[in-house]
């Protein structure tokens, strides 16, 4: 019957379908207080919060995002360089090797960064994106090199 509450037992997922506060993906729950709310509503007992990490241990991960955000900052200083050198003599090698640079190191972090962190792109498409931008950087670069 409308408007009369019924008891709220059972599993976590049911629970959140029937209150609507948490999105129908129940298995990613996170929230410690989502899950004390809900246990509240059906008086249920609450299990710690458990989370997996992937990649390693917590130095390993810890280490490997600081190599890459070295590495990025390495490669934009490398091509900021060029690109003064360009500015000082106006040669057109020099911007083109700017250019190639940025496309091989400095564009592929930055997409992988941003778009790494969208759940719509599929992976195949990151990787794509990537590699053609690194294989368009090889190109110019390759281009200056043997353009002489």
């Given amino acids: 019957m409308i408007g009369t509450p019924t008891p709220l037992t059972g599993p976590p997922a049911a629970l959140a379908r029937a209150t609507g506060s948490v999105p129908e993906a129940v298995g990613s729950i996170t929230s410690t207080r989502t899950l004390e709310a809900i246990a509240r509503l059906g008086s ?8 997996e990490v992937e990649g390693g241990s917590t130095p390993v991960v810890l280490a490997a995002i600081a190599t890459f955000f070295v590495a990025l900052v390495l490669s934009v200083l490398v091509t900021y360089r060029f690109v003064e050198g360009y500015r000082r003599t106006k040669a057109r090698p ?22 790494g962190n969208v759940a719509a792109i599929p992976l195949s498409v990151q990787l794509l994106t990537t590699t053609l931008s690194e294989l368009s950087g090889l ?10």
């Avoid at 190109?139 to 002489?148: A, F, G, K, Q, T």
């Fill in 139 to 148: 190109v110019v670069i390759l281009y200056v090199v043997y353009s002489r």
């Fill in 94 to 115: 020099i911007l083109l090797l700017a250019v190639g640079m940025f496309l091989l190191a400095p564009a592929p972090m930055f997409i992988r960064l941003l778009v």
């Fill in 44 to 51: 249920i007992p609450v299990a710690p919060l458990q989370i």
